[in-house]
């Protein structure tokens, strides 16, 4: 309550008894003094319900004074030749001070109880108008307005970027917090548990922070600064508590939102990307088919004598199956992303899987020294065998490319428990450290740049076939005399397969158990 609010009380608390005891002047004559009392009283009943309980005690003191003073003989004196009129005195003011005190309180519940009815409307309100806010800043826009009408105050809405650091939304406020109240809202919002909002005092106003729970974590810090004539903050917590739980609740509906707008649109780039690059290795492949098998006849033309001429066309003939194998990985990938090829899993022996592979790469790895560590009581894999053999084929044509002719390349195998382990090691310069993880994503190759070809597609390919067999895929770089059993000191990529139980096989006739 200000000052001139209790003033206009105390005014209004002086003159109504006084111009009560004025109307019925005239009428003492024929008025008893039971019916005068009850008349001061409803003044005190007014006084009290329509300004304030100081107000009403002002009146009441002041009936009994009047009463006395105009009515009770003697008259225009305050004294008593009636020993029974102190008892009236006395019952009269105990009267008047409780009506006053309970038609203030009744008074003020009714206020209090309009008052919360005006504030849950409201509320409701800032609900719907947060439900359809679709940015950030048309939240802090709705809780600014809903802060002015309601509490006279400003607002700001802090919300943290990737690093946890704060930085203000736009509002409509425009309210700029000081260094100070910077670092006390950072601190508020890195507080894992304790306190929700904290007060400070100010030059210009007092200033309320309150941290911005959501289901998950914190959304930011709503900093409410009100202005000098408005009521204190700190009797309106817990709407402002309010406010801050459907703002933290917007906040991270449209944070999720974001989220799955982006993955909606990482889906459908993935989806587009995967079917222009089918449609291109379909498309690429029938050229291809004709110049290879036109660059394989100008090479066997027994009319081609010119030995220049003959090794140009085994060049364009080997050019033409590097190239296909590229659009076959493409493919391959793009059909392995879309979810269109399905395992066709047997329990097949690894030494056969590796011995096709070996044959298909034998272009590739020719130059090199290939050495085979494959214990002989290794146990059936249930695996794919056709996509396998393309695992381990890339693998080994990776390694041959990227190691020096005439290196070694070693394939190993492992029982290790619930895991069969398959390492392929090449003596080339390994991989660039702490990109171990980035070289089986798409397109990302050892090196960006150099003599040797490629499209970063073949580990990609190696993931996506050993992930689909509930394995792992895994790439390190090996330090000379890592293990006993291998010599190699350059790139170390290795394949976890789950172990699996094979079936039983019946022993032959005559076969001894």
Request: aromatic share 4%.
């Amino acid at each position: 309550m200000t000052h001139s609010h209790w003033r206009r009380g105390a005014l209004r608390a002086v003159l109504l008894p006084s111009a009560i005891a004025l109307a019925i002047w005239p009428l003492s004559a024929w008025l008893a003094p039971a019916n005068i009392v009850m008349l001061f009283l409803l003044g005190v009943l007014v006084i009290a319900y329509y300004c304030n309980r100081s107000a009403g005690v002002i009146a009441a003191v002041l009936s009994v004074a009047l009463f006395d003073f105009l009515y009770v003989p003697p008259l225009f004196s305050f004294a008593v030749n009636d020993i029974q009129y102190l008892l009236t005195f006395a019952v009269m003011l105990t009267v008047a001070l409780t009506i006053g005190h309970l038609t203030s309180a009744l008074r003020r519940r009714a206020d209090d109880a309009e008052q919360r009815v005006a504030e849950r409307a409201a509320l409701f309100e800032l609900a719907a108008r947060l439900t359809g806010s679709m940015t950030r800043d048309m939240c802090a826009d709705a809780v600014g307005n809903f802060l002015r009408d309601q509490l006279q105050g400003r607002c700001t809405v802090l919300t943290p970027d990737d690093n946890g650091h704060l930085h203000p939304l736009r509002g409509t406020t425009g309210y700029l917090l000081t260094q100070a109240e910077q670092a006390v809202a950072q601190a508020t919002y890195d507080q894992a548990t304790g306190f929700d909002a904290r007060e400070l005092g100010h030059d210009d106003g007092e200033r309320v922070l309150l941290a911005l729970r959501g289901a998950t974590r914190r959304r930011g810090v709503l900093v409410v600064a009100a202005e000098e004539s408005a009521a204190p903050l700190a009797g309106r917590i817990e709407l402002l508590r309010a406010v801050a739980d459907l703002l933290a609740t917007a906040l991270e509906r449209i944070h999720y939102v974001e989220v799955a707008a982006q993955s909606d649109l990482t889906v459908r780039d993935e989806r587009l990307r995967g079917r222009i690059l089918a449609a291109l290795s379909h498309d690429v492949r029938t050229p291809l088919t004709s110049i290879f098998g036109l660059a394989e006849a100008i090479a066997r033309s027994p009319q081609l004598t010119d030995p220049g001429l003959r090794q140009t066309a085994q060049a364009l003939q080997d050019q033409a199956m590097r190239l296909n194998a590229m659009v076959s990985n493409v493919l391959d990938m793009a059909r392995l992303q879309s979810g269109t090829v399905r395992l066709r899993r047997e329990w097949q022996p690894l030494e056969e899987v590796v011995g096709a592979s070996l044959r298909h790469s034998e272009a590739a790895i020719g130059g090199h020294q290939v050495e085979l560590q494959l214990p002989a009581d290794l146990p059936l894999l249930h695996i794919d065998a056709v996509l396998m053999e393309r695992v381990l084929s890339n693998l080994l044509e990776n390694a041959a490319k990227y190691s020096p002719t005439g290196s070694r390349i070693q394939l190993a195998a492992r029982d290790d428990g619930d895991v069969i382990e398959i390492t392929v090691d090449d003596d080339g310069p390994g991989f660039a450290a702490g990109r171990e993880s980035e070289l089986f994503e798409l397109f990302e190759r050892g090196v960006s740049e150099g003599s040797v070809s490629g499209m970063g597609i073949g580990l990609a390919i190696c993931k996506t076939i050993v992930e689909a067999h509930g394995g792992s895929i895994s790439a390190e770089r090996v330090p000379p005399a890592a293990r006993d059993d291998i010599a190699l000191h350059g790139a170390r990529l290795t394949i976890r397969l789950p172990r699996g139980t094979p079936p039983a096989v019946d022993a032959e006739p005559g076969e001894q158990p």
